[in-house]
């Protein structure tokens, strides 16, 4: 399987050129999908100068294995937003992104969501509001491989 080992520089730039694009929505609540979206998360918050950062869990993927079983928990009171940027590191499938936007919208219909991803595959079942590129390959992220 090709590799694409994706590191903190490449990071950086990207985060800022996702803080541009996101900038001119405005969203007044950050929801990061645990565990891709939590560096981005973090960076844009602080960009952003906003502590209305969220995280909800799901799972669908054990290392690089997809899962037959969707997971999606922790979601948080959303109740007091009117515009949310979902955040997560890849548009892989979409099965996921999806599955959470939907869940999003079923329990909170007068909130406007947005999806935000630094990668993003041409074939995703949902193509997010603000991207950075198109996944090279499988992605080893510097926040899941440099910490072992």
């Known amino acids: 399987m090709d590799k694409y080992y994706y590191g903190y520089e490449e990071f950086l730039q990207d985060i800022r050129s996702l803080h541009k694009q ?3 929505y ?3 609540t950050l929801l990061a999908i645990a565990r891709g979206g939590l560096t981005m998360g973090h960076f844009l918050a602080n960009a952003m100068d906003t502590r209305r950062l969220f995280a909800l869990n799901s ?3 054990e290392g690089n294995r997809k899962l037959d079983t969707l997971e999606i928990f922790n979601i948080p009171d959303l109740s007091d937003a009117k515009k949310v940027l979902l955040l997560d590191d890849i548009a892989d ?5 999806l599955a959470v ?5 079923e329990l909170y219909p007068e909130v406007e969501f947005k ?7 041409p074939d995703s079942l949902i193509q997010p509001d603000f991207m950075i590129k198109e996944a090279p390959a499988w992605i080893d992220f510097f926040w899941e491989i ?3």
């Open 59 to 61: 799972i669908h993927y």
């Open 115 to 121: 999806v935000a991803t630094l990668f993003y595959k």
């Open 22 to 24: 996101i900038r001119e």
């Open 93 to 97: 499938s979409g099965e996921t992104l």
């Open 26 to 28: 405005q969203p007044d």
């Open 146 to 148: 440099d910490p072992l």
């Open 101 to 105: 936007l939907h869940r999003l919208e």
